[in-house]
């Protein structure tokens, strides 16, 4: 998105968002001002009593707006404006002014039409208390005209079927601004046009406590600008299918001490072990659900970058699990297997659950008599035998890269160097893949 405007009640703290935005992302954003309180301001209007000269203020305006649209765009800035002229014209509707009424199908086509328009919602009696606080009658709206103004903007994007992103802005404010942030897909120091070079979705493969998580822990503590540079990672969020596998063990637990006796896993060496082998299956169908909740909407990738993790065994684990993706996610994901040997993992699962040994998802190994029956083969190297390559996955190349990750280290110079050295030759395979 280049363009998106900010529309909402009066009081809602559009102006008072939009500063905040402009001031902390700096290297992606650029405001541009109600164009209507522009326009009353600089000619010195009555909002109210003069609405043809404002109309004609209006007309006036429109042509340095769009070259400031334009020019922002250009240069790459995300460009947000507050409010836009069919809010104004919902008003003229509330307020009967049929002079910008019968103007505005001429002056609309003046400006374009931005990506997408994000409402900031609070109740009306919100928006009127609000008004009152902050003391500037002049600009003031009641209850009646902000009612019939609504119903006349909603009238409004229903008719043009406008994307428009609605944002609860009746709570706490820094709330509000993070999903506003969220929604704008804006990340802190991060120069827009380096997010442009980034992965949509990286499956992120390999045995237990082989360094998937140090990696996504790496990720989450580089700045988004320099990650992006370096990895081609952009802000990111992460499936893990361990968290549903654990769920599903905690299940069996109430199953049990309800005296239906346990479904899939049973106790292990004061942990769990799968006993159910279509649990595998089972839970790559809820990856592929909770993927597709996030690339169903509409530019949600544009940007950003999706981490889905898993963890698979056997002599087919790996070759079934990615038969059992969804074709959406394969074809916009590239591989990154974290290699170890099976010893490896086995050990640094034993120091991962004695440094902490603490009752908990994130701290529970791995029994050996799990690690050893689903993890002791694994059918990676069978289906990619090179470092780097692309795999045929029903009939989708997907690029992958076998990242080696022993020995072992938390030097954050030498991790960057091999997380740098896997990922960078991988983007440029899966970048060309996708042109």
Request: with cysteine.
């Amino acid at each position: 998105m280049d363009h998106v405007i900010i529309e909402g009640l009066p009081a809602v703290g559009k102006s008072e968002m939009l500063a905040l935005l402009e001031r902390f992302y700096p290297e992606s954003v650029r405001v541009l001002p109600e164009l209507v309180k522009q326009a009353v301001e600089t000619r010195g209007l009555d909002l109210f009593r003069d609405r043809d000269r404002l109309t004609a203020a209006i007309a006036a305006a429109l042509p340095d707006r769009k070259a400031q649209i334009d020019a922002l765009r250009r240069q790459g800035f995300l460009c947000l404006e507050e409010s836009h002229l069919a809010v104004h014209l919902a008003y003229s509707l509330a307020l009967g002014d049929t002079g910008f009424v019968d103007a505005y199908a001429e002056l609309r086509d003046m400006l374009p039409m931005p990506d997408a328009f994000v409402r900031l919602e609070i109740p009306l009696a919100r928006s009127l208390e609000r008004q009152r606080a902050r003391g500037t009658p002049t600009f003031d709206v009641d209850d009646a005209v902000l009612d019939r103004m609504l119903l006349e903007l909603d009238r409004w994007h229903a008719d043009q079927t406008s994307r428009l992103i609605r944002i609860h802005a009746d709570r706490p404010a820094h709330l509000a601004v993070e999903d506003l942030a969220e929604a704008l897909h804006l990340s802190y120091g991060a120069p827009r046009e380096s997010l442009h070079d980034t992965f949509d979705i990286i499956l992120l493969l390999g045995r237990p406590a082989s360094g998937k998580s140090e990696l996504i822990d790496h990720m989450s503590r580089s700045a988004s600008g320099k990650r992006a540079a370096l990895f081609h990672i952009g802000p990111f969020d992460v499936i893990d299918d361990f968290p549903i596998l654990w769920e599903t063990f905690e299940e069996d637990d109430l199953w049990e001490q309800l005296g239906r006796g346990r479904f899939h896993s049973k106790r292990c060496d004061g942990n769990y072990a799968v006993t159910d082998n279509a649990l595998w299956g089972f839970l790559i169908e809820k990856i592929n659900q909770r993927v597709d909740e996030v690339v169903s909407k509409p530019a949600q990738l544009d940007r950003n970058t999706l981490i889905v993790e898993f963890s698979r065994g056997g002599s087919a684990g790996y070759a079934e699990a990615l038969e059992r993706l969804s074709p959406s996610i394969l074809e916009r994901a590239a591989i990154l297997y974290v290699s170890v040997s099976f010893e490896e993992s086995w050990r640094r699962n034993i120091a991962r659950y004695d440094e902490k040994r603490r009752h908990g998802i994130l701290t529970h190994s791995v029994p050996r008599e799990e690690m050893e029956k689903t993890y002791g083969v694994d059918d990676w190297g069978a289906l990619a035998g090179e470092s780097f390559g692309t795999v045929l996955v029903q009939g989708i190349p997907v690029p992958y890269a076998t990242m080696s990750n022993e020995p072992e280290t938390i030097d954050p110079a030498v991790l960057s160097d091999r997380y740098a050295r896997a990922l960078n030759p991988l983007y440029a395979a899966w970048r060309r893949g996708q042109s």
